[in-house]
């Protein structure tokens, strides 16, 4: 998701003792993690916010207590460099990474049974699906440290797409390819306090159509730092969260949903309570708001608010179903 343009920016210096040589490419691995791009071989930048702040401070931790030091400074002025050229240096890198990844899916599909070249049949079908699932992730990871909206995603999202419909029509009854990747069951779903209208309603697509094992876990919205094996909603630098004029739950449904008018109508009135822009003109909209606020000043409780915004939602489906979708 990308930030807005910005006049400030974190800077790590450091020094890292050349022996145990594994330490500096650990480090710049870990820089690179966080999106950090280069000034000079010891300088490493980040626009200034403050999960920015924390994963550099973290770095500067492990550096010290490997032997090395480190310093953190905050920068309105880079010597050389205007803000625009530094933007630059971040967009070029993502778009290159952009870039990888759809010529990695590309060769995928033109492969037709997997990036490896794999046989055909069953087997081959899952090595398309395991890479499937790994451009996926690593397209996540590269848009959560997009910070400036370089060129080049929609041109990955689109070579994604593109070998998801291949698999889909060598699947032919299996479903794999069009259901939920099996990465995102069984897992631990993090999202932040005070659950209100699309963070209930995804809630209730991910237990529905995703992930019917789900948990879920409700954190503060700042300083919260991600265990394995969990997936975040709705908050900063989430896996599925705003994306343009998009809510989250319409950005989930996109990528992992079905296609379905009952949920997409579901969509709509989400949207139009959650970001009040009025998109879709649902006329439920106004109503189902005033049941949510109900839901939501009824109890504290984020688990009850999901049961019971989950029980209300599941009624509205059913209703939609049926065959109202459509309907204004």
């Known amino acids: ?42 300088v490493y930048v980040l626009p200034e916010s403050e999960a920015a702040l924390e994963d550099l401070q973290w770095i500067l931790r492990e550096v010290a207590e490997d032997g090395g030091e480190a310093t953190l400074s905050r920068a309105h002025f880079i010597e050389g460099l205007t803000d625009e ?3 630059g240096q971040f967009r070029r890198v993502r778009q290159a990474e952009y870039a990888e990844i759809a010529e990695a899916a590309r060769q995928a599909a033109a492969g037709g049974n997997g990036a490896n070249g794999a046989g055909g049949g069953e087997g081959g079908h899952a090595t398309t699906l395991r890479e499937l699932n790994r451009l996926q992730r690593r397209l996540e990871d590269v848009m959560a440290l997009d910070f400036f909206a370089a060129e080049g995603r929609a041109e990955a999202e689109a070579a994604l797409m593109a070998l ?14 069009e259901s939920p990747p099996v990465r995102y069951r069984g897992r631990t779903w993090v999202t932040r306090q005070g659950v209100k209208v699309d963070r209930i309603a995804s809630a209730w697509l991910i237990r529905r159509h995703i992930d019917p094992e789900a948990r879920f876990k409700f954190v503060p919205a700042q300083g919260y730092r991600q265990f394995p094996g969990e997936v975040r ?5 989430a896996e599925f969260t705003h994306e343009g004029e998009a809510c989250t739950f319409e950005v989930m449904l996109s990528r992992l949903g079905p296609q ?12 139009d309570i959650d970001l009040k822009d009025g998109k879709f003109g649902r006329a439920e909209a106004a109503g189902i708001a005033r049941l949510i606020d109900g839901i939501c000043a009824g109890t504290q409780d984020d688990p009850g608010r999901i049961e019971r915004g989950g029980a ?17």
């Open 1 to 42: 998701m990308a930030l807005e343009p910005s006049a400030s920016w974190l800077l790590l210096i450091h020094q890292i003792p050349p022996q145990p040589a594994y330490l500096r490419v650990k480090i710049g691995r870990r820089l690179a993690k966080v999106g950090a791009v280069a000034l000079k071989n010891s």
């Open 164 to 177: 998801r419909g291949r698999m889909a029509g060598g699947a032919r009854g299996g479903g794999d390819a």
């Open 312 to 328: 209300l939602l599941e009624d509205l489906y059913a209703c939609f179903a049926r065959g109202d979708a459509q309907e204004a």
């Open 260 to 271: 379905d008018p009952a949920l997409q109508a579901i969509a709509e009135i989400v949207h």
């Open 233 to 237: 909603f709705d908050m900063f630098e």
């Open 85 to 87: 050229e530094l933007r």
